[in-house]
């Protein structure tokens, strides 16, 4: 594989940039500062980064309700995407999303997703129109494990295959679905299988491997924008922190999160980095100082911003039409 | 009398039947080892094992169907989906199938199946996990759909739903699962179509269900203190309907403000308002009036969520608009 140190920075700056910004909504949501429901994404960086290393500003993606990673690796504004976790008019849907529903048109994020199946198939739309006009843009449509459960992604992947569209499904296999584990919610281990059945190339890595990942779906972009038709990856992961925060995880041993710790994928990167001398230690803590940085400058921005005004409840349901508001 | 609350009586309703008749199991997302989003199976699987309580995949279509097809079999499944929202997913299974099976099957099929559905807003869950759908079910004719509002009637239409031979939409208040009552201490079945008359009144009637009726329980002690005497009737069972006991409060107050959580827009309230218009007009000496959500998805910002949902206040001014 041959990848640039440039493009190695490029990866291990996201994978940093998630995992503080997770940390500190992690924080914040303790504190009872951000509402309703956050599913974190620590420990899965490594998916999300080495999937969009192949992605340009124009290619698309679909998100899931731990959407966070895939926005940030996608090239997502921290500062809107914290205002928006905070309700604020300044985030990225005006304070009307919240943290599973964030979206940036302009970079073709076309939505976190609050319905465990939603993406596959608005994956498969974003694929048709690129080949409808003739563009090279691909879709990565990301998805956990139990997702795959659902129809939709059994008529999404075969939607894909028969019209050789240029989507690329990356699997996020962190072994469980809220509370059921996946010997518990399908009989096989490797969800690549299921490509078979649509006649798709299907592959299996360490999701905890950025350069396997990376690898894996530059493959697979690549043959999609050759018009060569979709390709499901299935990435090897784990999840640290409960299903949603708040979640005891009285349905998995500890050990196996101390296993998986173990395997953390940004200690992995570094140490690559550090013995192939892409960076130097200094470099490497300048870099972590600097996410941290961001990160604080995203929490100060959402805070100094204004919650959204009543008058903007009643807009956006459509295009043309504002909604009646209500005399109180 | 006992104290518990609506989440412990919606599961004690499931846990009477199940220990009465083997037949009755509870199937659906995270029910089983996690005890159920909100809790309410929790100790259900330890109790009963992973036979009649089981962890089913996020495959709604999938619980939907196997409810219908396992009802149909002659078991009394308890299917529960985590959001009432995920009903999308599953529709095809509970209108094309479960409702019209017994008509279309000239009634030779029964489908004994209750479908649990936690709904409304409240929570900062945002557009997806925060609908008010009652509309789209009471719409099609072989549902029944009943909506408790406190721990004693969670059991006793729990009861009746398990009882009933006919596919029963449960609809469950996110908001009320940690809502305390007394309960009497051994609960009969409540029979369907019965509303209850939460307070007495006689200027004017308010018609709600679920969450709503603690709304309207606060406007109508704000309007006492200007002298307007609410009656407040709780529904209870959207359909089948109490009509009778509706007629009979208006035909003593004359008046009538309906509420529910859901967007105005088609709602169920303007069912029972057209309802009203066409069996009780001439006892009406105002507008039949109504109070909802705006036409909106529910927003993730607490005050645009608690802007768009209906409150006390708003019902107070909907009462006082008709004096
Ligand atoms: C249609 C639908 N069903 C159920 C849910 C509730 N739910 C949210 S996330 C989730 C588990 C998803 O598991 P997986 O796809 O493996 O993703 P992970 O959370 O592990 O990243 C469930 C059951 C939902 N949001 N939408
Ligand atoms: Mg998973």
């Known amino acids: 594989m041959k990848i640039s140190n440039q493009s190695i920075i490029e990866m291990y700056e996201k994978m940093l ?25 620590i420990g899965e960086e490594a998916v999300a980064t080495g999937a969009c290393a192949s992605l340009r500003d124009d290619d698309y993606i679909t998100s899931t309700h731990r959407g966070h990673g895939h926005i940030i690796a996608k090239g997502g504004d921290l500062k809107y995407m914290m205002a928006e976790l905070f309700g604020k008019e300044t985030g990225y849907c005006k304070g009307k999303g919240g943290s599973m529903h964030i979206a940036d048109a302009t970079k073709g994020i076309l939505g976190a997703n609050g319905i465990v199946g939603a993406g596959h198939t608005i ?57 059921v584990s996946q010997a518990r919610h399908q009989a096989i281990t490797d969800i690549s299988v299921r490509a078979v059945a649509y006649n798709m190339p299907g592959i299996t890595v360490d999701g905890n491997d950025v350069f396997a990942v990376y690898e894996a779906v530059n493959e697979a972009v690549s043959r999609a924008r050759k018009g060569q038709g979709p390709t ?97 | 009398m006992r104290k518990m609350t609506y989440g412990q009586g919606i599961k004690e309703g499931m846990r009477i039947r199940m220990l009465e008749n083997p037949d009755v199991f509870i199937f659906g997302e995270d029910v089983g080892l996690f005890g159920g989003c909100f809790g309410v199976t929790s100790g259900l699987f330890d109790e009963f094992g992973d036979k009649r309580v089981r962890d089913t995949p996020i495959s709604e279509g999938a619980i939907i169907g196997a409810a219908v097809g396992s009802a149909a079999a002659g078991l009394r499944p308890i299917a529960e989906l985590m959001f009432i929202d995920f009903l999308t997913v599953g529709m095809d299974q509970l209108v094309n199938q479960a409702a019209k099976m017994g008509y279309m099957f ?12 936690p709904a409304g807003g ?90 709503q009726v603690y709304d309207a329980l606060k ?72 109070v909802g959500a705006l036409n909106t998805p529910i927003p993730f910002s607490a005050e645009l969520e608690d802007y768009v949902l209906p409150n006390a206040e708003d019902i107070v001014n909907a009462v006082k608009s008709l004096f």
Not at chain 1, 126 to 154: E, I, M, P
Not at chain 1, 307 to 314: I, K, T, W
């Open chain 1, 232 to 328: 499901l990856v299935e990435c090897k992961t784990y999840r640290w922190r409960g299903h949603f925060e708040g979640d005891p995880t009285v349905y998995r041993p500890v050990e196996e999160l101390e296993q998986w710790k173990k395997k953390d994928p940004i200690p992995r990167m570094e140490k690559y980095i550090i013995e192939n001398k892409v960076m130097t230690e200094a470099d490497v803590t300048k870099l972590n100082e600097k996410m941290e940085k961001m990160v604080d400058d995203a929490v100060d921005f959402a805070v100094k911003s204004n919650n959204p005004s009543m008058a903007s409840a009643v807009e956006d349901v459509y295009t043309d039409i504002i909604e009646e508001a209500r005399v109180r």
């Open chain 2, 106 to 117: 000239g009634g030779k099929i029964k489908l004994p199946m209750v479908v649990r559905l």
């Open chain 1, 17 to 41: 940039k998630i995992r503080k910004f997770e940390t500190k909504a992690m924080n914040l949501f303790a504190e009872g500062k951000i509402p309703g429901f956050v599913h974190l994404y």
């Open chain 2, 219 to 290: 406007a109508a002690e704000i309007l006492a203190k200007d002298d307007i005497d609410v009656e407040v009737i709780d529904l209870r069972s959207l359909y089948p309907l109490d009509k009778q006991t509706i007629f009979n409060s208006i035909e003593k107050t004359h008046k009538v403000v309906l509420v529910s959580e859901e967007a105005k827009r088609g709602a169920y309230t303007g069912e029972l308002a057209a309802m009203i218009a066409e069996e009780c007009f001439f006892e009406c000496d105002a507008p039949i009036k109504r």
């Open chain 2, 122 to 211: 409240g929570v900062r869950a945002a557009a997806q996990h925060s609908q008010s759908l009652e509309a789209w079910l009471t719409h099609v004719p072989g549902l029944k759909v009943v909506y408790p509002s406190n721990p004693q009637d969670a059991i006793g239409l729990m009861l009746s739903a398990i009882d009933d031979d006919n596919p029963v939409m449960y609809i469950e208040h996110k908001t009320l699962y940690a809502v305390p009552g007394e309960v009497e201490d051994e609960v009969k079945p409540i029979p369907f179509g019965k509303a209850n008359i939460k307070k007495e009144g006689t200027d004017v009637t308010i018609i709600t269900y679920g969450k």
């Open chain 1, 123 to 179: 994956a498969v739309g974003a694929g048709l129109a690129a080949q409808y006009k003739g563009t090279d843009q691909v879709c990565v449509c990301f998805f956990g494990d139990a997702s795959t459960n659902q129809s939709t992604f059994h008529e999404g992947l075969n939607l894909a295959s028969i019209w050789k569209l240029p989507v690329v499904f990356v699997c996020e296999n962190n072994g469980y679905g809220i509370s």
